[in-house]
């Protein structure tokens, strides 16, 4: 159950019940931000793009992602920060949560115990081998006698083999979209599950709307109220070029005729997000994405 704690606002003392939002992991567990009843609320005066996020620990398989920081907006004009709990023994950017010391104390602690595990059983086997090994070669020799009477085993399609190691992604938990903030969030959280990784704000602003980036994919959120055009199209597939990377297009308006053209001529993804936060294909070169994932685009 997501908690839900009281939020005062120091400007004008109105009080407030903040219930923090459910955020999909990539295991398909949600994630809830532990709230600080204790802490205060802070108003949003300049925003600060590492400010706004927050890492938070996945209780069902302890992957640490960011997510947006809790945030709620008073009848007078302030946007308060909803504080949130630290968790104990971590100091620095390790309090935010990326775990980046323990993890990896226990990444090694772990990889000396999964040695000296495998060694031993290994050393048995060794010694198995030396006395038994008589034995084993009759049988062994045995085996390729009877082996050269059957045909040789014909190997399985490759692409039938890839489709079957592929593991199933889980369903796509959208966030409902009310103000242009929330269409970059439920953007972020469609680039990750499409498997990109290290979602971020992009480097270059765009001529119109907002920006992010991941590796190898810079993408383009248009929260206007009119269709996204032409230009913009050519805009994002441009900065693209300059960064070696693919270009995705979220609009929440659509696209304008010439633009879709332009779109799939360029092979630029467009989506378009609902009020729901679920984006849905419009081109061909969406679609493919969407039902394939980031891993299997061609370079």
């Known amino acids: 159950m ?5 939020v005062r606002c120091p400007a004008c003392r109105r009080e407030h019940r903040y219930t923090a939002p459910a955020y999909p992991c990539v295991c398909g567990a949600p994630v809830t931000p532990r709230l600080d009843r204790d802490g205060s609320a802070t108003p949003v005066s300049h925003r600060v793009w ?9 209780g069902s398989c302890g992957r640490r992602g960011e997510w947006p920081r809790p945030e709620v907006g008073c009848a007078c004009g302030m946007v308060l920060r909803v504080a949130v709990a630290v968790e104990r023994g971590s100091t620095g950017r390790a309090a935010a949560g990326d775990g980046s010391g323990t993890a990896a104390a226990q990444g090694r602690k772990t990889d000396q115990d999964g040695t000296a595990a495998a060694q031993e059983p290994k050393t048995a086997q060794g010694r198995e081998t030396d006395q038994d090994g008589t034995a084993d070669g009759t049988a062994a020799a045995q085996g390729n006698q009877q082996g050269s009477t059957h045909q040789p085993h014909r190997p399985r399609d490759a692409a039938a083999v890839a489709a079957e190691a592929r593991p199933a992604r889980p369903p796509f938990l959208s966030v409902t979209i009310r103000t242009a903030r929330d269409a970059v969030t439920a953007t972020a959280l469609y680039l990750r599950w499409l498997g990109y990784r290290g979602v971020r704000r992009a480097d ?7 920006g992010l980036a991941a590796r190898g994919v810079v993408a383009q959120v248009d929260p206007a109220v009119h269709p996204a055009t032409l230009r913009d199209v050519e805009c994002l597939w441009l900065t693209a070029m300059t960064e070696s990377a693919d270009c995705l297009y979220f609009s929440l308006a659509g696209y304008a005729d010439d633009a879709r053209t332009r779109a799939d001529a ?32 061609a370079p």
Do not use: K
């Open 2 to 6: 997501p908690e839900t704690v009281p």
């Open 204 to 210: 270059q602003r765009p001529p119109s709307g907002i």
């Open 266 to 297: 360029l092979g630029v993804p467009l989506f378009v997000l609902d009020l729901t936060g679920t984006p849905r294909p419009v081109n061909a070169p969406a679609e493919t994405l969407a039902a394939t994932g980031a891993g299997q685009r």
């Open 50 to 58: 590492q400010d706004d996020w927050v890492t938070v620990r996945c």
